[in-house]
């Protein structure tokens, strides 16, 4: 995590030395994580992000010769450079697609082009957003330069296509929404067909409590074939319901049309994550103890684990130890084959719980997972 300040000054003085001048501007946005309501988003059902501490900076210019240039801090040091004509997909490919599909969007606005560097401590292929992180830094500073028309939820829409068209990572909104929309000290509610939006207060230091992210080191890509699978078996699984969306069906019992194993497992998982949503929504925002919330956060996790099948070893071992030395619950997060678990566990216990974590990993010779503490943090903003 980077203080705002620092992070822009770093920022500005890279762009300097890779290209020549100074910047216009310097934009951050967050990764974010998820208490509750994974793969939910793409059947247009309900979803409960936090936006993280960690960002991802854009320092931008534009430019008069049609051409971008793109450069990374945390890449190999060389610079991605393309005519403006010569954007499409698959080009340029790796991490540039990303700023580079949110460009073509705007590309009416930017006839002359731009020259972008970006600089993150969001951890890549956690779980945690790197990637929409990445767009919506790009896509806000764009939008003050450019596009200043433009809401925040078109920007959510611009930086999706980014992902979805230009990268061919099928997400939903989820993460796009988190990054721009949340607020500090809140969790984003969304319901993801009306995209209708409440900030839930999530203040969990007041009760004694915190949110631990365990990253287990085990790297996932959204445009991995698992991801896509899952989103088209969804999609299956409503054309038989006869349903637009497995927002649609009420219940479990509404899925009793389903012969599919497959499809009826996946379609459970949807149908019970949604409520446990509502649910924890509710639980948060009325005076009930949020340490209720961790159980429905386990049940999630073995939702996700038995029936989405999106879970890893080193995931469930993650979720099993911190359960076992005290945490109220615990549960993957993010598109699964790999990435980051989420716990949540009294404050006086959060060394204990991560040192059981870790124990669990060495006894089994997995890799050392990273721990850190989530505080609910704010979503995209210009730094200068």
Not at 37 to 58: I, S, W
Not at 133 to 152: E, G, I, K
Not at 202 to 222: F, I, N, Q, R
Not at 345 to 358: G, L, M, S, W, Y
Request: aromatic letters at 4%; one cysteine or more.
């Amino acid at each position: 995590m980077t203080d705002d300040v620092a992070a822009a000054e770093r920022a500005r003085a890279a762009f300097a030395e890779r290209f020549g001048g100074e910047p216009e501007g310097v934009w951050a946005a967050p990764g974010r994580v998820n208490v509750i309501g994974e793969h939910t988003d793409y059947n247009d059902g309900y979803v409960l992000p936090v936006a993280l501490p960690h960002t991802t900076r854009a320092a931008v210019a534009r430019r008069t010769d049609g051409r971008i240039a793109l450069a990374s801090l945390q890449g190999d040091g060389d610079v991605v450079e393309l005519g403006l004509d010569e954007l499409a997909p698959g080009r340029p490919d790796g991490w540039a697609g990303y700023p580079a599909g949110v460009v073509e969007g705007l590309r009416e606005h930017l006839a002359g082009g731009l020259s972008l560097l970006v600089d993150t401590d969001v951890p890549v292929g956690a779980g945690l957003s790197s990637s929409a992180a990445l767009t919506c830094s790009v896509a806000l500073a764009l939008r003050d330069l450019v596009a200043p028309d433009l809401t925040l939820e078109d920007l959510v829409e611009l930086a999706r296509r980014s992902e979805n068209d230009f990268v061919g990572a099928p997400t939903g909104i989820l993460d796009q929404s988190a990054s721009l929309l949340c607020t500090a000290g809140h969790a984003l509610f969304l319901d993801t067909r009306e995209r209708r939006t409440e900030q839930v207060p999530l203040d969990l230091a007041a009760v004694g409590l915190e949110l631990l992210v365990v990253d287990t080191g085990t790297s996932h890509t959204h445009a991995d074939g698992g991801y896509g699978d899952r989103r088209r078996e969804c999609e299956q699984a409503a054309a038989r319901l006869g349903v637009p969306a497995l927002r649609d069906v009420a219940d479990v019992a509404g899925l009793a049309a389903l012969d599919d194993d497959v499809l009826l497992r996946r379609a459970r998982h949807i149908v019970t994550e949604n409520a446990r949503v509502l649910e924890v929504v509710r639980i948060l925002r009325g005076s009930s103890d949020p340490r209720e919330i961790g159980p429905i956060l386990l049940e999630g996790h073995v939702s996700l684990r038995d029936d989405f099948q999106i879970s890893t070893d080193e995931l469930d071992a993650c979720v099993d130890a911190a359960v076992r030395a005290g945490a109220h619950g615990a549960r993957m997060v993010g598109g699964g084959f790999g990435g980051s678990a989420v716990v949540l566990v009294d404050r006086e216990r959060a060394a204990t719980v991560a040192a059981a974590v870790r124990d669990e990993f060495d006894r089994r010779a997995f890799a050392p997972p990273r721990t850190f503490d989530v505080i609910p943090s704010a979503g995209a903003r210009r730094l200068g």
